[in-house]
């Protein structure tokens, strides 16, 4: 099956910075989504992106697909943006999931 | 849109009893989808309806687990004779297009 590898598995950031996580896949995909995971469990969804870029206030992603790879860009980075970031893809009607880049933003 | 609702938020039984896990998805999603995730993994998909129709199911759903969504609304999860190894996070999630999906909190399983 597909394979999905996300890096790096852990980021500490302090309040204010930037930083980029990626999501290498080993197969085509059709759809691939970027969801990030609050210390309650909640799986909150933030990007939907199968190809091109989008951008969401302080997030924004990047898909190419052609390459088979996607970036999540944070910039001005907040405590609240702590918690663990999935990527997960599609390509037989059920998403698979990355093992995720776990963030804690300290103040 | 109330969102994926599941059912209960936390359950602790004993080894050999049975649970069973309800989820209410957004309503008009045609699609279901259950999962399960342990501590420091991703999500692992475990089956997905279409309507009430159980589209494919993983190899980790063995004998004791069984999926329904009788009327293509609601769906119940249940687990038979419960080991330690099935402590883990029961995620529900829905759908209307491919590969878009939406999640609920999860049910906390924990098998003592």
């Known amino acids: 099956g597909i394979q999905v590898e996300q890096s790096p598995p852990d980021l500490i950031l302090q309040e204010g910075a930037n930083s980029t996580l990626r999501c290498n896949f080993s197969d085509s995909v059709n759809n691939l989504q970027w969801f990030h995971q609050n210390p309650w469990g909640q799986l909150i969804n933030l990007f939907y992106i199968p190809s091109g870029t989008k951008q969401n206030g302080r997030l924004s992603a990047t898909t190419v697909a052609t390459e088979r790879y996607s970036l999540l860009y944070i910039s001005s980075s907040q405590t609240t943006d702590s918690g663990v970031y999935f990527c997960?893809?599609?390509?037989?009607?059920?998403?698979?999931f990355g093992t995720g880049t776990r963030l804690q933003v300290f103040p | 849109d109330t969102g994926v609702s599941q059912n209960p938020r936390h359950k602790i039984t004993k080894r050999g009893q049975n649970v069973t896990f309800r989820c209410d998805p957004i309503?008009?999603?045609?699609?279901l989808y259950w999962y399960r995730q342990t501590l420091g993994q991703g999500p692992e998909f475990l089956t997905y309806f279409q309507n009430e129709a159980q589209l494919e199911k993983s190899r980790l759903l063995s004998d004791r687990f069984s999926a329904e969504r009788p009327k293509g609304s609601f769906s119940t999860l249940e687990i038979q004779r419960t080991e330690q190894g099935d402590s883990a996070m029961y995620l529900c999630?829905?759908?209307?297009?491919?590969?878009?999906?939406?999640f609920g909190s999860g049910t906390q399983l924990s098998v003592l």
């Open positions: 997960a893809v599609e390509n037989t009607d059920k998403l698979i």
């Open positions: 309503s008009e999603h045609n699609r």
């Open positions: 999630a829905s759908s209307l297009e491919v590969g878009k999906l939406f």
